[in-house]
């Protein structure tokens, strides 16, 4: 059944991946100066979101803020997974990678390096805060809606 929390949550992760994106931008010089990385990073977000965070709300308040926690860190994973496969096309174009298997161990070098520029204090404390300020915020608007649903 489709219910109103699934947009939501979409909504607000992707308002955070914008605050995330801009946080980490100066972070990682990898990071391409156009604004795709922040739209992106928007984007993927939003689509965990959506598959993710959506589905967990309606449980317990520790819980959607367990589960919020989790699709910011599937959210960071995602977008360095991404980034780094842009990482590695464009590495391949520059004529950096010889072979195929050059491109494949450098996949895993670059996504590491994606994700250990990021554990950065300030920047993870963005973070930890902003999801649990988004498990709060959906757990509640997802207990209004319901008690809304149930009363008619």
Wanted: proline share 3%; hydrophobic share 55%.
């Amino acid at each position: 059944m489709f219910t109103l929390i699934r947009p939501l949550a979409a909504l607000a992760l992707g308002i955070l991946g914008l605050f995330a994106a801009e946080a980490y931008r100066p972070l990682n010089d990898l990071v391409p100066d156009t604004a795709t990385f922040t739209y992106w990073t928007i984007g993927l977000s939003a689509l965990v979101g959506w598959l993710f965070l959506g589905g967990q709300m309606g449980r317990a308040l520790w819980y959607s803020i367990y589960a919020s926690l989790q699709a910011v860190v599937l959210a960071a994973v995602v977008t360095s997974a991404v980034f780094s496969v842009y990482r590695i096309f464009l590495l391949g174009y520059r004529r950096q990678y010889r072979e195929p298997m050059d491109a494949f161990t450098g996949y895993f070098e670059n996504l590491v390096d994606f994700l250990l520029a990021g554990l950065e204090r300030d920047f993870l404390i963005l973070l930890g805060v902003g999801a649990v300020v988004v498990g709060l915020v959906l757990h509640v608007v997802h207990w209004l809606l319901e008690r809304r649903r149930l009363t008619r």
